[in-house]
């Protein structure tokens, strides 16, 4: 049954012009939409689609904040020239996707229900669940109530929001430097974070958002971590931690970006030990939180675990 999660904010929605997008460095991935999705269909849908449509495995790319699919380029190559299909998706107020000014739209279950009618909507099964950040925290969600639809976990630097489990200092200095620069610099975090990028590369991270207006979904992301049991999305990351650690029954890879302040190490050491048979993750000695950035090494280190 589908959960009417957002209200009518026709007025405030904001598309970013195409021409923001005519020079992404790598990314040359024609753009697919969806303009009705159940439940949203005064908002337009970004995604992408890779590879052929009938191969045997789907890899479901899920970004968080404050980038886009443009994190996941690298990866998408090499998986789609393995002959897998790949699907990375733009929340909305992300990307390509349109963006709600009004920051009270974005909620955990704005968010959740989206994925969940993309993938009814594309019909994707044997899908590989390629996450980070808010990517994870939503998408590490949906297995229990679509056990049929996923096979794989590719997992780096997230966590799951169970509201129980005390936020690190690293998580909250984010927070509060988020909450403070409400027009934050995405080209420049990106470029500060992961040195290796080309100042065109940074650029491309900032593409989908000519003003602040357009960043109300950047913003409010570290605000719907709960933090507290009671808050929205609380409950099902609880219940999706006691259905990864019991009943999940696919392959899982993890790799972890050391030098990550925020969700780091010893965050994704507690987030293995909830996940069914999965194995020690891969260390990236020298990425940070953005490890996707280093995206040609995790893919082909996840094709050979998954064999």
Known sequence: MLVIVWRDFMADILRTPDERFAHLPGFRFPPQYIIDLPGYQKLRLHYLDEGPRDADHVFLCLHGQPTWSYLYRKMISVFAGAGHRVVAVDFFGFGRSDKPSDESVYTFLFHREMLQRFIERLDLRAITLVCHDWGGVLGLTLPMDMPDR??????????????????????????????????????????????????????????????????????????????????????????????????????????????????????????????????????????????????????????????
């Not at 690190?168 to 500060?192: T, V």
Request: charged residues 20%.
């Open 150 to 307: 996923f096979s794989r976990f590719l997992i780096m630097n997230t966590v799951l929001g169970t509201g129980d489990a005390i936020l690190g200092q690293g998580f909250l200095n984010w927070r509060a430097w988020s909450n403070d620069h409400p027009d934050m610099d995405i080209a420049k975090l990106l470029g500060r974070t992961c040195k290796h990028l080309t100042a065109d590369e940074c650029a491309a991270y900032a593409a989908p958002y000519p003003c602040a207006r357009y960043k109300a979904g950047v913003r409010r992301f570290p605000n719907l971590v709960p933090d507290r049991p009671g808050l929205p999305g609380a409950e099902l990351s609880r219940r999706a931690r006691t259905w990864l650690k019991s009943q999940w029954q696919g392959q899982t890879f993890m790799t972890v970006g050391m030098k990550d302040p925020v969700l780091g190490p010893s965050i994704m050491h507690d987030l293995r030990k909830t996940i069914r048979y999965c194995p020690p993750f891969l260390e990236f000695t020298e990425a940070g939180h953005f490890v996707p950035e280093w995206g040609d090494e995790v893919a082909r280190q996840a094709l050979k675990a998954f064999g």
